[in-house]
């Protein structure tokens, strides 16, 4: 072994004892925090339907295309953050009580975008189990692209509602033990959250299929395609196949419609799985402020769109699967 690669493996291990070190003195101080978790995510909750209220206003005054398209596009936009949401969810984030916590997931964020809490936690923790690996539930997502055009099939199976319905049918007809376990209840609760959107737009467009065009179509389309650009920003591992969690350094722009709420301290997340999605910037300054310097595969200052655009010209001048 070269001199160089001996100085990155010392350096490696170096890293990840501080970062063992870190974790527990960072859990240690956490746990002197006092948090009001269901406040803050009502504020986030809130926060998130704001432009979508706007442009409803806006619709119910001014029923043309123009209206109808910016509306379905800020529709997706809104899917992904309450998708962002969802995943705060999942990890107990929203109320100290798990069942309140689990109540308000679903009623508030999950079910408004034909989802379910619990259905989500079960394919999510096996992400956390088994990032990286082949087994891991989303390594369809950033670990199966050996040439530039495997990502754009992947992309235009995103645009047309294949991934969507894939989704679908893998988390809630394929056996998870979670959708055996919902209660009755939650079927129930999604028709009736369903109709109240469907109607609200019939209201709003004049059209029964408004729900169809301006709900459905944009859940099953943007929200998808911004996942797939954010997961290979976040856990690409590269041609040296190195398993990456990567924190994003982000703009405003990227920060309300790709991975808002803290999402994009993607690292500390996985480095910490126990800290909520509001104090993750506070994780963040805690690893810089005890001079841990976060790797390639753990920190990425490009952002997602500039990051996202460097893996396709990588793969790009790749003629032949990788080994």
Not at 90 to 98: A, D
Not at 241 to 268: D, K, M, Q
Not at 278 to 301: C, F, M, P, V
Request: net charge neutral; glycine share 6%.
């Amino acid at each position: 072994m070269s001199d160089t690669r001996v100085l990155e493996a010392e350096t490696s291990t170096i890293t990840d004892l501080a970062l063992r070190q870190a974790r527990k003195d960072l859990l240690r101080d956490l746990a002197h925090t006092v948090d009001r978790p269901t406040a803050v995510f009502l504020s986030r909750y809130f926060l998130t339907l704001i432009p979508l209220m706007f442009v409803g206003v806006m619709l119910a005054w001014w029923t043309h295309p123009v209206a109808l398209v910016l509306f379905a596009i800020i529709a997706g936009f809104t899917q992904n953050a309450l998708g962002i949401l969802m995943h705060e969810g999942s990890h107990h984030f929203f109320h100290r009580n798990r069942k309140t916590n689990d109540l308000l997931a679903n009623v508030l964020v999950c079910l408004p975008i034909l989802n379910t809490v619990q259905g989500y936690r079960e394919q999510h923790f096996e992400h956390h189990r088994h990032s990286g690996e082949e087994i891991d539930p989303y390594h369809e997502l950033y670990g199966q692209y050996a040439t530039r055009p495997d990502v754009i099939k992947g992309l235009i199976a995103d645009v047309f509602g294949v991934s969507a319905i894939r989704s679908f049918l893998r988390r809630y007809l394929g056996g998870a033990q979670s959708s055996k376990d919902l209660p009755r209840w939650m079927f129930f609760a999604l028709l009736a959250e369903q109709a109240v959107i469907a109607a609200l737009l019939w209201r709003l467009t004049g059209s029964p299929l408004a729900w169809v065009f301006l709900w459905v179509l944009p859940l099953m389309t943007i929200p998808f395609v911004i996942n797939r650009v954010r997961t290979i920003a976040e856990h690409y591992p590269g041609f040296e196949a190195l398993p990456a969690n990567r924190t994003t350094l982000v703009g405003i722009i990227e920060y309300c419609c790709v991975a808002p709420y803290g999402y994009s301290h993607h690292f500390e997340h996985h480095f910490a799985p126990n800290v909520p999605y509001y104090r993750l910037g506070w994780a963040h300054s805690y690893l810089k402020d005890r001079g841990i310097q976060l790797r390639s595969h753990e920190y990425n200052t490009a952002g997602y769109f500039s990051t996202f655009t460097h893996v396709m010209t990588e793969l790009g001048g790749v003629s032949a699967p990788r080994r």
